[in-house]
């Protein structure tokens, strides 16, 4: 896993960025997947700055978001589909069509689920899938003990997120406690994955992930086995990992290594 370590938020998200575009630049056709989350607001901001100020072109692009509440109305304040429009969707030039948001509203959910994993195989699989993490270690909302090899489906959610959520919400009653989400399995068959945390309330999880072993109960641990992930992490984030040091050197000299 490449570590790359940003002293504040801000260079977190532009060095994820960065990366969307370079994929975006040399395949204008991209399928990205898509987390929600305070975490890559940062990203969906300076993608939108790039698209209005250096013409990056999404009327190709086609996304796959991670996961959706189960109960919530496309146009309710806290629903992903909403959150989606608002910090990304709106200030792009995205075709509406070539958006895919997991359903927290249909009558027969296993049959989405099934419709939600073929259309991501006949779009040809995800380019690059983004990511944030859960206090818990969970991404999307793979909760501790969901199977490494899980696909979509609906999943409980865990006391620790809805906790963390309810700040979203007028009360804690009202978070949903089903959601939709990608599979572990789902996210691994990403070609490549842009891993991103901040904040110390992250460093728990963020230490588990990158250098614990890989276990159901940190599912972010299964990207160790992914041959592909770049982490993009703020100081906060990575100040609990033992090898620090490590990574800083590894980033202080990556661009004098000889070329594979
Ligand atoms: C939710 C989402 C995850 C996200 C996590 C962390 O549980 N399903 O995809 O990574 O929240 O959110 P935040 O970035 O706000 O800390």
Redesign the pocket.
Known sequence: MEIIISSTYEEMSKAAAKAVAELLNSKPNAVLGL?????PIGVYKELARMHKSEGLDFSRVTTFN??EYVGLKKDHPQSYHYFMHENLFKHINIPKQNVYIPSGTTDNYAAFCQWYERRIKECGGIDMQL????SDG????NEPSSSLGSRTRIKTLARP?IED?ARFFEKIEDVPIYAITMGVGTIFEARKIVFLANGANKADAVAKAIEGPVTSMITASALQLHPDVTAYLDRAAAGKLTMIDYYEWVQAKGPGAPKQ
């Open positions: 987390p929600t989350g305070s975490t991670l996961d990511l944030g993490i859960g969970h991404i999307g909302f997120t959520n």
